[in-house]
Every structure is written in structure tokens, then in C-alpha cells.
């Protein structure tokens, strides 16, 4: 029994969707432009307007579980930077609350946790750090947080996406076939 050649085809294109679903290479194509998915980062501040001075992508601030539960006093925000003297001291702030001294790591990185219950965290406050540079001037770095996560995106419909495809190429093959005619 011989297969038709739009069979064939289908059969192709749901495997090769099958090969990018499985590989995770088609989750970038389906997030749109904007989303933080397509460019490798998961942070909207890489993506500042020209004038903010290039250092957008040296502040990193992003929500952080500490367990699997969604719940608001358990979450933590860390704030993530780098271009600072190696073992200083550099001033952190969120929004208008107090300000926060931090020690840099031995490389110049600053790895910090706000407590989402200590803070009235919300999408948009303000995340300001101030330290020294290696070369002794003064380097501040401006972000915001980002609105919470809820679990879902583009992502997740991937499998969907590739199952269907699949099923629809399969089903289709069966229906399209040449059938034999007995006389």
C-alpha cells in the first residue's frame, strides 16, 4: 500500500514540528515581539530606549520563589548587578523605602533578596543601586519590578501546538489516501 504524497508531506512537516517542540526551539518564534521571550531575556529593562546610557542590561531584577506555592509573603525579589569594586559597599533602595547596604561579591557582582513581605512590592517601584566602579567613580544603576509571573505564556502551548499538528497531519493522511478500486 502506497502512501500519497500529501500523506508524505504532512507526515514531514509534523515531524519536524515534533524535532522543534522537542528541542524547545519553537517556544521563541511563538512569543511576540515585547515579551522578553525572543531576545534570550527574561527582564524588559535590555530593552530601554536609546538615552538611558547603555547599563540597562547591567541591573537584573526579577521575582523569585522560595517555594513552589504562590504565595505573596514567600516570594522574594532579587536584584542582581554588576560593574562594581570588587568587596564594596554599594546602597540599594526600592521604591521609597529605606536604604539597604550590600557587599559586593569578590568579582564586582551584587546578589541581593528583598523579602516580598518587608516591602510593599508592586509592578514598577523603582530599584535604585549606587556603589563604585574598579576605576573609583560613581556607578548607578536604575531598574523597576517586573509584574509577577503567572505561570503561563507562550511557552506552555507549545506541546499543545505540536500535539495537534501532529494528530491533525495524522488524521489527515488517513482521510486523503488513495483507495484501491476492486472490480
Do not use: H
Not at 540597562?56 to 562594581?84: C, M, P, Q, S, T
Not at 561579591?105 to 517601584?125: H, I, R, Y
Amino acid at each position: 500500500m502506497e502512501l500519497t504524497f500529501s500523506f508524505r508531506r504532512a507526515a514531514a512537516v509534523a515531524a519536524a514540528c515534533t524535532a522543534l517542540g522537542m528541542f524547545g526551539l519553537a517556544a521563541p518564534a511563538l512569543a511576540g515581539p515585547g515579551t522578553g521571550q525572543g531576545n534570550g531575556s527574561g527582564n524588559s529593562n535590555k530593552s530601554e530606549g536609546p538615552g538611558y546610557g547603555g547599563g540597562a542590561d547591567r541591573l537584573d531584577v526579577k521575582w523569585k520563589d522560595k517555594d513552589e506555592k504562590k504565595d505573596k509573603a514567600k516570594k522574594n525579589v532579587a536584584i542582581n548587578g554588576v560593574g562594581f569594586r570588587a568587596g564594596s559597599k554599594v546602597i540599594l533602595r526600592v521604591g521609597s523605602g529605606e536604604e539597604i547596604s550590600a557587599i559586593c561579591d569578590p568579582f564586582g557582582a551584587l546578589k541581593f533578596d528583598v523579602p516580598g513581605q518587608e516591602l510593599k512590592l508592586t509592578s514598577g517601584t523603582s530599584v535604585l543601586v549606587s556603589g563604585s566602579t574598579p576605576s573609583g567613580t560613581q556607578l548607578t544603576l536604575v531598574g523597576a519590578i517586573p509584574p509577577e509571573p503567572d505561570g503561563s505564556g507562550a511557552q506552555d502551548l507549545v506541546p499543545w501546538v505540536v500535539a495537534g499538528g501532529a494528530l491533525l497531519a495524522v488524521s489527515g493522511g488517513f482521510v486523503g489516501r488513495r483507495r484501491r478500486v476492486r472490480y
